[in-house]
C-alpha cells in the first residue's frame, strides 16, 4: 500500500508569484485534504476534496484554489504569495468524508516566501 | 465552532517516568477526538483516536488516552516514557457533521534519558 506522497518538498518563492503543490493520495482513497501548518502552530483546514469536487473550505481567501483529477491526486494553488504564506502545507488523504474515514498525512511541502 | 486547547506547549519527563499530554476540546454535539505525532521535518502521524465505546482507548506505540466527558478532556498517556517519543504531539477534535478537523497548537515532548 502506498502512502500520500507530496511534491515538492521545499520551495521558495517571493511574494506576489504563483506556486502549486501536489499530493498524490493513498490507494484506495477518494478524499484529500489540504493544511496550512505555520511555525509553531497547529495545522489549519484549507479545504477538502471529494471524487473532484470542493467538499468545503476553512477560513482562507479565494487565491488559495485546488484541484482534484480523476485519479484522486490533488493540487493546491496559491497566487499573489504573501510572506505570511510561509509555512508546511500538509495533504491528507482519507477512504472518504464520514468521522471514521481516518486522514492519512503526507510529510508535507515546506513553502518559503521571501 | 469546534476548538482544541493543549494547555502545556512543553511537557518534560525522564526516560521510564509516565508521560501525559493534555488536551481539552469544545464541539457541539459528540466529539471525535484525535491524536497525531510530528517528527521533525516530517508530517502527522496518526496515535488513536476516540470515536464511540470505552472511555479509555489504546493506540500506537503504547500510548493511550482517556475521553472525560465531563471535563471535556482527552489526555494522552504512556506509563513508561522513551527518548524516543520527543516529539511534537497535537490533539485535533471534528464532530459527526463537520469534515474538517481542528488542531490544538501542539505540545512539544522531551524525554531525557
Known amino acids: 500500500e502506498t502512502g500520500v506522497t507530496q511534491s515538492p518538498t521545499h520551495l521558495i518563492k517571493t511574494r506576489g508569484q504563483q506556486v502549486t503543490l501536489r499530493c498524490s493520495s493513498q490507494?484506495?482513497?477518494?478524499?484529500v485534504s489540504w493544511y496550512q501548518q505555520a511555525l509553531g502552530q497547529g495545522p489549519q483546514f484549507i479545504f477538502q476534496?471529494?471524487?473532484?469536487?470542493?467538499?468545503g473550505r476553512g477560513n482562507f481567501p479565494p487565491r488559495f484554489s485546488g484541484l482534484q483529477f480523476p485519479n484522486y491526486s490533488s493540487e493546491l494553488n496559491v497566487n499573489a504569495l504573501e510572506l505570511d504564506d510561509s509555512a508546511l502545507y500538509l495533504c491528507?488523504?482519507?477512504?472518504?468524508?464520514?468521522?471514521?474515514?481516518?486522514?492519512?498525512f503526507g510529510p508535507g511541502t515546506r513553502l518559503t516566501v521571501l | 465552532a469546534q476548538s482544541v486547547a493543549q494547555p502545556e506547549d512543553q511537557v518534560n519527563v525522564a526516560e521510564g517516568n509516565p508521560l501525559t499530554v493534555k488536551c481539552t476540546y469544545s464541539?457541539?454535539?459528540?466529539?471525535?477526538l484525535f491524536w497525531y505525532v510530528q517528527y521533525p521535518n516530517r508530517g502527522l502521524q496518526f496515535l488513536l483516536k476516540?470515536?464511540?465505546?470505552?472511555?479509555l482507548v489504546k493506540g500506537s506505540y503504547g500510548f493511550e488516552a482517556e475521553f472525560n466527558k465531563s471535563q471535556t478532556s482527552f489526555h494522552l498517556k504512556k506509563p513508561s516514557a522513551l527518548v524516543s517519543d520527543s516529539a511534537l504531539y497535537f490533539c485535533?477534535?471534528?464532530?459527526?457533521?463537520?469534515?474538517?478537523?481542528?488542531f490544538g497548537a501542539g505540545t512539544t515532548v522531551t524525554v531525557r534519558a
Open positions: 491528507a488523504s482519507s477512504s472518504g468524508t464520514g468521522v471514521y474515514n481516518e486522514q492519512f
Open positions: 490507494s484506495g482513497h477518494n478524499t
Open positions: 476534496y471529494y471524487r473532484e469536487e470542493e467538499n
Open positions: 464541539v457541539s454535539g459528540n466529539p471525535y
Open positions: 476516540y470515536i464511540t465505546g470505552d472511555n
Open positions: 485535533a477534535v471534528r464532530d459527526r457533521y463537520d469534515y474538517k478537523l481542528s
